[in-house]
Every structure is written in C-alpha cells, then in structure tokens.
C-alpha cells in the first residue's frame, strides 16, 4: 500500500495522535525506511510505530496480525497481503487471508458508496489486529484520508472527538451506547458513522439519531475485508444495509447469508483456494424488496425454547444498552419443560430483577432469558468472542 500513500499529497496529514501527527510524505519516508523480512507476526497497538510496521509488511510482505495474548505460529500467508484471525463462518480459530487485491477492491467500494476522500478525517479507536480497525486505516490511505487514532476506547475521549472535526466514524453498537452513556449534544459536521459488528437494538439506533449522528447500520466479515454492505447515506435510517458496489449477497435456503465479490478473502490458512465461489456465512439475514439486507442473527446460537427462536445476540444487544449494565452473553440450556431454556451472564450495578424488568419493556416474554447470574467479567475465548460453552457452564 505504499504506492497509495506515495500518490496523495505529501503534505496533508495522514495520521494523528493526541501527541504526534505525520503527514503523508512523513508517513512514506517512515515506511520506506523499516525493514521488510518478508512474512512478519505483528501485535500492534494503537500507535504510530505499529502503523509504520503495518503499512510497510503489507506493501512488501505478509503481516500477520494478532492481539497480545494469540501466538499465531508459522503461518503459510500464500501470497496474501495480511492475515487475521476470526472464528470463521463455521468454528475455531481460522487464520483469514486477504491480499492486495481484496483491500484494493474493499477501499474502492468503500469510497464509492460512502463517498469518502481526501477531505475527511476518520476516527479510530479500534484494535489494529481486528478488521474494522486495520480498514479505517488502509481505506483512509487509499481515498488520502487522514485518520484520528486514540490509544484506546475510552467513551468521554471518543466523544470529545466527534465534535472536534471529525467526519467519519466507527463503532460498534456496545462502543455507541457507551458514547451516548457519556454525552448526549447535538453532533454537527459528522458525515457517516458505519454502525456494525452485532445486533443494533432499535431503541440504540434511535437514542443515537436522536443526536444528529449519521448512523449507517453496516455487515461485514474479516473475510471481506470490512464492510460489505452499508445503508446508502441520504437513505431513511432504518436497521438495514445496501450491499457495496461490486458486492453480490444472497439468501441460501436454510436462512444463512452469502456473500461474493473481489473483497471477498481467497480462503483460510491451510485450506483450498475458494476462486471466486460464494462463501456462506454463519449469518441468518433477509433481503428485501430494495435489495438491502437485514441481518437477523447467528444460524449457530439461535435458542428454540417452547417452539420460539431467540436470537440470543439480539438480546445481548438490547441488555448491554440498559443503565447500569456494562456487557451481557446469553446462552441455551437444555429444559425439560421448554427443550431449551435461555439463561444471561450479565456485568453491572444492577439486580437480576431490575435487569429482567426493563427488558419486559423492550422484548416480547418468550425472549427473556429464564435464569440470571450478575460475573465481575465475562468469559472470551483466546480471539476475544464471546465464549459460550464456559458461559454454560456456569450455570451448571
């Protein structure tokens, strides 16, 4: 991606910190002047070294990217530009290869749709190793964008950011509710803000509009290089996303969602080359008369209790965005009188009662989970997701 940063006006900034900034002619010599030793592991933070070391193994070698506590190993990159780590459509841990082509494709799309370019300025607050924020960077430099980089989500700092020029933003739905927790202005000057990584309860997409953000609800996987879908801005804000120029979606017969186009990744590490096929995803959605997708839920957490599907990720949702509740991880427990049963792990300040009470005024009966328990912490797995065969367990 050196050529991108090479082609953009070398003095407009391309990357600023709360302590330094570096222009895009700064940002190329840096480049340039780090090593490249072909396929490199990178742990990296938010902050300007590990921007240097990513652009600069991606433009010449493979970075494989990984938080702190994931060894990846070697890992055979096959010609890809990065690697990141997902659960992948189907399970486990799968190491997802994307090269310069599937960035190139997915930064195009993402300025045609979004319209973005060399006067916007893009919030990042997100991990490097994961898609969402390692695309804020790369689809910034390919538009010669800057970009605005915390060194961590911190919601008073996030917010304050909004409303100093900023106008681009991403964030996920449990990143937005924090953000309104914390500041409730007006914001002004914001073009989009991509909205996505999980369910986003109706009353949170409300509670943001409310506040004059550009909410764009968004899909899209670590196998397609970010965002694959978004609702067209200027379009009514409903919980729904147009699939990106050159994005094909479809609906399979069992509900699940697939997707094909030149963002899409050529496969994992390890596995067959996928050469353009469509790859089906973990993902339940519906495409409606517009052509828009809405996503409604996970095909492999979906709970059937007493005849009636619970999306327990839409739940989730809807809990976390309760005062006094900081993260909720909803799982299936098997019943004798319903077959399964919903059960929450919840972190907050609140009761189980108080928690089950307001949802009753936000959910239908059947979806409100049956049993509680208030953890100092919830269970992850070694990537980050929500783990819930130990989220079972604790039940038992």
Same mark, same amino acid.
């Given at each position: ?27 190329v010599r840096a480049v340039e002047g780090r ?66 082509? &599937? ?91 991509? @909205? ?18 550009? @909410? ?22 409903? &919980? ?7 994005a094909e979606l479809r609906i399979g017969p ?54 009636? &599907? ?87």
């Amino acid at each position: 991606m050196l050529d991108w940063l090479k082609r953009h006006d070398p003095g407009r900034v391309f990357l600023e910190t709360a302590g330094d900034s570096l222009s895009y002619g700064e940002m190329v010599r840096a480049v340039e002047g780090r090593a490249v030793t072909g396929t490199e592991v990178i742990h990296p933070g938010l902050d300007i070294a590990s921007v240097v070391d990513i652009l600069a193994v991606v433009s010449r070698g493979s970075a494989v990217l990984a938080g702190d506590d994931l060894d990846p190993g070697p890992v055979d990159h096959v010609g890809a530009a990065s690697v990141m780590f997902t659960s992948g459509t189907t399970g486990g841990r799968k190491g997802v290869r994307l090269t310069r082509e &599937n960035w190139i494709a997915a930064a195009d799309a993402s300025m045609r749709h979004l319209g973005h370019g060399p006067d916007d300025v893009w919030l990042l607050a997100m991990p490097l190793h994961h898609v969402a924020g390692l695309s804020i960077l790369l689809r910034s430099a390919y538009a010669g964008g800057s970009v605005r980089m915390l060194d961590r989500f911190d919601p008073r700092a996030y917010a304050a950011e909004l409303h100093k020029g900023v106008t681009m933003a991403s964030m996920v739905p449990t990143m937005l509710a924090r953000v309104l927790d914390v500041d409730t202005r007006t914001h002004d000057g914001l073009r989009a803000v991509l @909205l996505g990584g999980g369910p986003i309860p109706e009353s949170l997409l409300e509670r943001g509009l409310a506040t004059g953000l550009p @909410l764009l609800p968004t899909y899209g996987l670590t196998e397609t290089a970010g965002q694959i879908a978004t609702l067209r801005p200027g379009d009514p804000p409903t &919980n729904r996303a147009h699939p990106l120029p050159g994005a094909e979606l479809r609906i399979g017969p069992d509900g699940r969602i697939a997707v094909r186009g030149p963002m899409v990744s050529p496969g994992y590490v390890g596995e067959p080359e996928r050469r353009g096929d469509w790859l089906v995803t973990g993902d339940l959605g519906s495409i409606d008369e517009d052509g828009a997708l809405r996503v409604l839920g996970r095909a492999d957490t979906v709970i059937v209790s007493g005849g009636e &599907n619970i999306d327990p990720e839409m739940v989730e949702a809807e809990i976390a965005s309760l005062p006094g509740v900081d993260g909720a991880l909803v799982v299936g427990l098997p019943s004798r009188e319903w077959g399964m049963e919903s059960a929450c792990l919840y972190v907050g300040d609140i009761g189980e009662g108080e928690v089950a009470m307001q949802l009753r005024e936000r959910l239908p009966g059947f979806m409100i989970p049956k049993r509680w328990l208030r953890v100092s912490q919830l269970p992850v797995t070694a990537i980050g997701k929500p783990d819930r065969i130990a989220a079972a367990r604790s039940f038992s």
